[in-house]
């Protein structure tokens, strides 16, 4: 195969470089610009709270909220098994994985 004929294959069938944020009330927004460079962009955000002095997050069994565009859900679904954890994955923004948070999870929660 020639250069130019490889090199032009390749552009066509490589993947899109995926980013993910982890900001459940971020939305997708402060993403535009590397959507715009070509990436695929999403959010991947657990639906648990990590202690900053803890010993790390734990994700085993942790659900994991994902949405975005498909390249990037695709690579987060991948990036969520992983880990371990289990993928809740949106239709919408990922602005709904706080709503879901709130109105499901949310109302066990007790302050100590």
Do not use: K, N
Request: net charge positive.
């Amino acid at each position: 195969m020639r250069h130019e004929r490889l090199r032009s294959t390749l552009a066509r069938d490589a993947a899109p470089p995926v980013v993910l944020h982890t900001s459940g009330g971020a939305g997708l927004a402060p993403l535009e610009a590397l959507r715009a460079a070509g990436c695929a962009v999403g959010s991947l955000h657990p639906l648990a709270a990590f202690a900053p002095d803890g010993p790390g997050p734990q994700f085993a069994r942790v659900w994991c909220a994902i949405a975005g565009d498909q390249a990037a859900r695709a690579g987060a679904q991948a990036l969520v098994e992983a880990l371990g954890a289990r993928a809740l994955r949106l239709r919408d923004s990922p602005d709904a994985a706080l709503r879901y948070t709130q109105s499901t999870i949310g109302r066990y929660a007790a302050d100590i």
